[in-house]
Nanobody
Framework: QVQLVESGGGLVQAGGSLRLSCAAS????????IGWYRQAPGKERDLVAE???????RYVDSVKGRFTISRDDAKNTVWLQMNDLKPEDTAVYYC?????????WGQGTQVTVSS
């Protein structure tokens, strides 16, 4: 069973930055895709950013130019650097991985952006 543990969330003012970390129990190179989703209160869980094994990245339009996903396979860690944060970025952020037919989620980390 793959385990994903997020950290790095918190409270930040609009315009500030946070870096989320996702520590995996296996090499991040093992995953077909690894990425970040978020869920705001009363809303569905949506993709924020993801990276394929080959390093291709995909971002939701609302975070392009502000968020960056990166990975260090030697550290089994994926990061989400979030800059110029906006109140609408407030949500619980989840790390997610796909490997073969298996899908795994972390427990989530809260990000709150005050105006």
């Amino acid at each position: 069973q793959v385990q994903l543990v997020e950290s790095g969330g918190g409270l930040v003012q609009a315009g500030g930055s946070l870096r989320l970390s996702c520590a995996a129990s296996i090499s991040t190179f093992s995953f077909d895709v690894i990425g970040w989703y978020r869920q705001a209160p009363g809303k569905e869980r949506d993709l924020v950013a993801e990276m394929s094994r080959g390093g291709n990245t995909r971002y939701v339009d609302s975070v392009k130019g502000r968020f960056t996903i990166s990975r260090d396979d030697a550290k089994n860690t994926v990061w989400l650097q979030m800059n110029d944060l906006k109140p609408e970025d407030t949500a619980v952020y989840y790390c997610h991985s796909r490997r073969w037919s298996s899908s795994n989620w972390g427990q989530g980390t809260q990000v709150t952006v005050s105006s």
